[in-house]
């Protein structure tokens, strides 16, 4: 279970956080988060959100599947 979470937390920060750089080098490319209503700083933020959770999520699961053995 830790290591799907792992996974999943991964594959979060690496959809963020190469969006947030496609947005930055390319305004109008909005990506996964199109969704979001607001302009270029609130789809960035929208990706950095993104990555943070990928990374709070993967430690997270490492922190426990350590814990587990």
């Not at 190469?18 to 990506?31: E, I, P, S």
């Amino acid at each position: 279970m830790y290591v799907a979470a792992l996974v999943i937390g991964m594959i979060l920060l690496a959809l963020g956080a190469g969006g947030g750089f496609r947005l930055l080098f390319d305004h109008g490319n909005t990506g996964l988060v199109d969704w979001v209503p607001g302009g270029f700083w609130a789809h960035l933020i929208a990706s950095v959100i993104i990555a943070v959770v990928g990374v709070l999520l993967a430690g997270w699961a490492d922190t426990q599947r350590k814990k587990a053995g």
